[in-house]
């Protein structure tokens, strides 16, 4: 079992749409937990960043963790064609700083 | 806030020359910066970490004396890829940690590399 699943997709919606991202995880050690957005040929971008069990919201995004479950979720409100990119999620333990990431979900929003 | 350059964004070279990619926080100092490769359509894999003042940390499987990593101030890093070969190809992206309470990546927009 890999440390940390994430279907690769493609989604594709309708832009407007609400779309929901998932990550589940193995270890409980991890703690933090960040969403990147990925555009074709371009670095990672930060979106989100979580820390505890619960939601968080910035604009359009909402974060949602579950450690119980060892559950991660991204979701998208009005989904606009810009948010087309790779969506990965990434997890850290407490002990260092390295990151662990999901494969990346392709999203494709079409207008 | 909080960005992170590359340079070269693209290089080509030929096989058996060593190519050196720079990565710099523009706008905060970094005791930590990571470097990843990426393939076609596949996630990011850690290489290394390279800290200020100090030897690079390679994962497992990662040639130290291939991938050269040197971090000699609190903005840059490099990584230099000796004597490439084509499987060297890549995409080459490095992340800087903001040093504070959530300690967050940010990543630089990645170095093409291909090598012929």
């Known amino acids: 079992q890999k440390e940390v699943e994430q279907d690769p997709g493609p989604l594709s919606v309708p832009e407007g749409a609400i779309v929901s991202l998932n990550c589940t995880y193995s270890n409980s050690a991890f703690q933090y937990f960040m969403w990147y957005r990925q555009y074709s040929r371009k670095g990672p971008e930060l979106l989100m960043y979580?820390?505890?069990?619960g939601n968080k919201e910035d604009g359009r995004f909402t974060a949602q963790v579950d450690k119980s479950s060892k559950y991660i979720s991204l979701f998208i409100r009005d989904s606009q064609p810009s948010d087309s990119a790779t969506y990965l999620c990434a997890l850290r333990g407490g002990s260092n700083y390295k990151l662990t990431f999901g494969k990346g979900t392709l999203l494709t929003v079409n207008p | 806030g909080a960005v992170v350059s590359q340079h070269p964004s693209r290089v080509i070279c030929k096989s058996g020359t060593s190519v050196k990619i720079e990565c710099r926080s523009l706008d905060f100092q970094a005791t930590t910066m990571f470097w990843y490769r990426q393939f076609p359509k596949k996630s990011l894999m850690l290489m290394a970490t390279s800290n200020e003042g100090s030897k690079a940390t390679y994962e497992q499987g990662v040639e130290k004396d291939k991938f050269l990593i040197n971090h000699a101030s609190l903005t840059l890093s490099t990584l230099t890829v000796t004597s490439a070969h084509p499987e060297d190809s890549s995409f080459y992206i490095c992340?800087?940690?903001?040093?504070?309470?959530?300690?967050?990546?940010?990543f630089g927009p990645g170095t093409r590399l291909t090598v012929l």
């Open positions: 979580t820390y505890s069990s």
């Open positions: 992340s800087a940690r903001l040093a504070g309470p959530y300690n967050e990546q940010f």
